[in-house]
């Protein structure tokens, strides 16, 4: 199992090095992506001071 993982990490750190290589060699690099954005509602319901003491 311990073989199959550093394998894999091997050819992981390989296919980094060849794309970097690739992308410093041909002076342009694109990457194209999509990116869905929700919505988030912020409602408070209520508050409260635990703090009793005066302020500095």
Do not use: H, Q, R
Request: aromatic share 8%; with cysteine.
């Amino acid at each position: 199992m311990k073989a199959a993982i550093f394998g894999l990490a091997i050819v992981g750190v390989m296919l980094a090095s060849i794309i970097g290589a690739y992308s410093m060699w041909s002076e342009t690099i694109k990457v194209n992506g999509v990116v869905n954005t929700g919505e988030v509602k912020v409602a408070f319901t209520g508050w409260s001071c635990s703090d009793n003491g005066a302020d500095p």
